[in-house]
């Protein structure tokens, strides 16, 4: 075999190998880049559509929850969680936040009008009356 002819094949061979080699580098990066895409979609797709879907999940039992307040209550621009439209945390519709869940007004969380917690009307505190429902007020016990 003559110099010119090993030198041609030995040119042809680098040359062949070169090649081989740009293609199977750029394939490579092709895929590495195609891969990295992908998981950036789907990293996206789960991150912010569950996202999204769980928050609409959520909002299937809360009214309001995207209007202007920050509670997940059913009243409208009040940030306060009870169902009620007053700016206290209590379930009675008044601006106190105590337990009067009944709304008497007395502070307590039974049903009568005196401001002791037992469901009577009368006024345990040793004072000597009673609280009348007929008269919406207080009168000495020996009065009637």
């Known amino acids: 075999m003559s110099p010119l002819r090993s030198l041609v094949v030995v040119v042809v061979v ?11 580098v750029v394939v490579v990066v092709v895929v590495v880049v195609v891969v990295v895409v992908v998981v950036v979609v ?15 999940d959520d909002d299937e039992n809360v009214v ?9 209550d059913v009243v409208v621009d009040d940030d ?3 169902v009620n439209n007053d700016d206290d945390d209590d379930v009675n519709n008044d601006d106190d936040d105590d ?4 709304g008497d007004g007395d502070g307590d ?16 505190d040793d004072d000597g ?7 919406k007020s207080y009168c000495d016990v020996d009065d009637g």
Do not use: I
């Not at 337990?99 to 009944?102: F, P």
């Not at 969380?109 to 345990?124: A, I, N, V, W, Y």
């Open 14 to 24: 680098v040359v062949v190998v070169v090649v081989v080699v740009v293609v199977v």
């Open 42 to 56: 789907v990293v996206v797709v789960v991150v912010v559509v569950d996202h999204d879907a769980a928050a609409a």
């Open 64 to 72: 309001d929850d995207d209007l202007d307040d920050d509670d997940d």
């Open 80 to 82: 306060d969680d009870d």
């Open 99 to 102: 337990d009067d869940v009944d």
């Open 109 to 124: 969380g039974d049903d009568d009008d005196d401001d002791d917690d037992d469901d009577d009307d009368d006024d345990d």
């Open 129 to 135: 009356d009673d609280y009348h429902d007929d008269e």
